[in-house]
């Protein structure tokens, strides 16, 4: 049985996405964030394993939610227009589809907010 994994040939995996918080796809970043209601202020912490978003509204109605895009695009320096919610209306997980930015606007985006 060994001898027979031996002799399998190696396959090389490729890495889809350089960053394990957005993958990409028509033109369109999809950003995986983690959200904390609540707080006493508003900001965006990157872990190890997610992106944080603190927001001070409350989980009710939307309200988070409407803040999330208005502090991101904000803090993207793009429209609201362009931050659509496509997963996670009443979750504390969310994935985000961000238009009109590029891979390396996000990743510059991300790096000033690591801890």
């Given amino acids: ?6 002799s399998l040939p190696k396959y090389k995996v490729r890495k889809l996405f350089s960053h394990p918080y957005f993958s990409i796809k028509k033109q369109s970043i999809f950003l995986k964030i983690y959200v904390k209601t609540r707080s006493p202020k508003e900001k965006i912490v990157v872990e190890e394993d997610k992106v944080v978003v603190f927001v001070k509204k409350p989980p009710d109605k939307g309200k988070a939610n409407k803040e999330i895009i208005s502090f991101l695009s904000k803090e993207l320096n793009c429209s609201s227009n362009d931050i659509e919610i ?30």
């Avoid at 049985?1 to 031996?6: A, E, L, R, V």
């Avoid at 985000?96 to 801890?115: A, G, H, Q, Y």
């Fill in 1 to 6: 049985m060994q001898q027979q994994q031996d």
């Fill in 86 to 115: 496509v997963s996670g209306m009443k979750s504390h997980f969310k994935t985000l589809k961000i238009d009109n930015k590029s891979e390396e606007e996000i990743i510059k985006f991300l790096e000033r907010f690591k801890e």
